[in-house]
């Protein structure tokens, strides 16, 4: 049962992906994929999904057929992704002001597709109310957004406002106000502060890294030995099955 596990949640997720891109409509119009400006949240279920399917059922078949090549591609894929992990965290932390122009772009961008997919605006959302933040560096990264940019042309009712997510929480409401962002960023600094959030959700970030660096470092280790586990007992199973047809 455990060595299916994997599989079957790859398939879950896979699932969950073509369900949703089938209620957005996007595979009877395979052409839309193309058009969010921003990044779709459902990529992260399909790419996730078919990663840990392929593991699964290279690592199930391989073992319980005794299937040498499939045990070897098991070893050699979960090494390929170990060491672009590997990689990954050491480019980021060499060029961690590179990683942080990134990451503006990458929030300004989705910043501009918000009101195009409701994923990403759950997304955007969900990431502002969290880490109590609101656009990359500062509310007024929101002026990249054609509905609550502060132009005289912007006929939008939202305009010079923030989403309701940007909006300071009152414990005492119980429903919550998606009007609370109208109008905000035309007040000063100082009543702005009081009914939005002002930080951007780049520096919130940061200081939730440093705030929870154990955590986060426990978690990577964590994966890390657990990746490099897979791939020793796969060998030794190789191995172990070769040694065998080897005395035949």
């Known amino acids: ?13 896979l699932g969950i992906g073509l369900w949703a891109w089938n209620e957005k409509g996007v595979l009877s119009n395979i052409s839309s994929i193309t058009d969010l400006g921003g990044f779709d949240p459902v990529w992260l279920f399909l790419v996730v999904g078919g990663v840990m399917f392929i593991l699964g059922f290279a690592g199930c078949i391989g073992a319980l057929r005794e299937n040498t090549f499939l045990l070897k591609f098991f070893s050699v894929f979960l090494g390929i992704i170990f060491f672009l992990e ?26 501009r597709a918000y009101r195009d997919d409701i994923d990403l605006q759950n997304l955007i959302d969900f990431t502002q109310e969290y880490w109590q933040c609101c656009g990359a560096f500062g509310a007024d990264d929101w002026n990249l957004n054609i509905y609550f940019n502060c132009t005289d042309s912007n006929a939008s009712r939202e305009r010079c406002g923030v989403p309701f997510s940007c909006c300071t929480k009152d414990p005492a409401e119980d429903v919550i106000n998606t009007q609370c962002g109208y109008d905000a960023r035309q007040k000063p600094e100082v009543d702005q502060q009081i009914v939005i959030y002002t930080k951007g959700c780049v520096p919130q970030f940061e200081k939730w890294l440093q ?3 154990t955590i986060v470092a426990g978690i990577f280790i964590g994966i890390a030995l657990l990746q490099i586990f897979g791939i020793c007992l796969a060998q030794n199973l190789v191995s172990d099955i070769e040694a065998v047809r080897a005395s035949w």
């Not at 049962?1 to 997720?13: D, E, N, V, Y």
């Not at 965290?89 to 122009?101: E, H, M, P, Q, R």
């Open 211 to 213: 705030d929870n660096l």
């Open 86 to 111: 590997l990689t990954a965290g050491v480019l980021a932390f060499v060029f961690k002001d590179w990683i942080k122009d990134q990451l503006y772009f990458f929030i300004n961008n989705n910043i």
């Open 1 to 13: 049962m455990k060595r299916i596990f994997p599989q079957f949640l790859g398939i879950a997720f």
